[in-house]
């Protein structure tokens, strides 16, 4: 899925892929499991907690203990910077609750990319820092577009190496996943849209990473050396759910570890995207310089109700 609506509660849940169109699920999200498991629960978010594409995630952030919706703006407005999370991710981890499980929603790289980065981000040029509603679909800002977009991921890395930066401070036994719930198409080549919402490769093939301390390695070497063993393997935003549950070690009777990197139980499964229906990504022809995804077979049907 390329949007966040559509995306992020099947990363929070156990909502298949493919009844992302439906609206709702009947199922709690990870941070009710985290509860039950005896953690204090935290979502702060730099999105916004209503609208027609936030209030799907909402429904599962307030599940939270702690839930703290700090942009005032929009996500095509100039807002608070993803910086602003620090400080309330500092004030939770000093918490003296024994464990925390903090969740940190950032804007990341949505556009207008120029507003998610300061200036002294704005290292590539030409740029659309400081334009304040540039013509997004005119092609001739082509460069400055990429360039904003580049210098908005150089921002996002270093806002990650502060969130690692205090979790090696603590001293403590943590571990930080890391996902983007969608990518972006950016007039790649010949290709004439940009952003997201389309079917394309750029905006499927998103990143990942994790990080754990020593002392979560000490504690847990065997999903450490899963994890190096899987960092390669074929993964979609379902094992999210199942892989952060397995993270803490968390047990309950229907559990999934085949969809756990961290176990040595994970079993590769069918990566649908919606693309003209549910296409088997891995099995998937990508057209064109939009990289389009076509399934080389036929689509599951989609059902959105």
Not at 232 to 251: K, P
Request: aromatic letters at 14%; proline letters at 4%; a neutral charge.
């Amino acid at each position: 899925m390329s949007a966040t609506r559509l995306s992020v509660p099947v990363m929070v849940s156990r909502k298949p892929a493919t009844e992302s169109l439906k609206a709702g699920f009947a199922e709690k999200s990870f941070i009710t499991a985290y509860k039950e498991a005896g953690f204090k629960t935290y979502w702060i978010s730099n999105q916004m907690s209503y609208g027609k594409f936030d209030t799907p995630v909402s429904v599962f952030a307030n599940e939270a203990d702690v839930v703290q919706f700090l942009n005032l703006g929009g996500f095509t407005d100039t807002s608070n910077l993803d910086a602003i999370l620090l400080p309330q991710l500092q004030k939770a981890m000093l918490d003296p609750a024994e464990k925390k499980l903090i969740v940190l929603h950032t804007l990341g790289n949505h556009w207008n990319y120029s507003h998610r980065y300061p200036q002294d981000f704005d290292r590539w040029q030409p740029s659309l820092f400081g334009i304040e509603s540039p013509a997004y679909t005119n092609l001739a800002i082509k460069p400055a577009l990429s360039n904003s977009y580049d210098n908005s991921v150089l921002y996002a890395d270093w806002f990650l190496s502060q969130v690692i930066g205090a979790l090696k401070e603590s001293k403590q036994l943590s571990a930080m996943m890391y996902f983007s719930d969608h990518g972006q198409t950016l007039y790649d080549g010949s290709c004439k849209i940009a952003f997201h919402g389309h079917n394309t490769q750029f905006e499927f093939h998103i990143p990942a990473l994790m990080w754990y301390s020593d002392l979560y390695k000490q504690a847990y070497p065997d999903k450490v050396d899963q994890l190096q063993r899987h960092k390669r393997a074929r993964m979609t935003t379902e094992n999210v759910f199942h892989s952060l549950l397995d993270l803490s070690d968390i047990r309950y009777p229907d559990e999934r570890l085949e969809w756990s990197f961290l176990s040595n139980k994970l079993r590769l499964h069918r990566r649908y995207v919606d693309s003209y229906g549910w296409s088997d990504y891995d099995n998937s022809t990508f057209k064109g310089d939009c990289r389009e995804v076509i399934d080389n077979g036929k689509p599951l049907r989609q059902q959105r109700d």
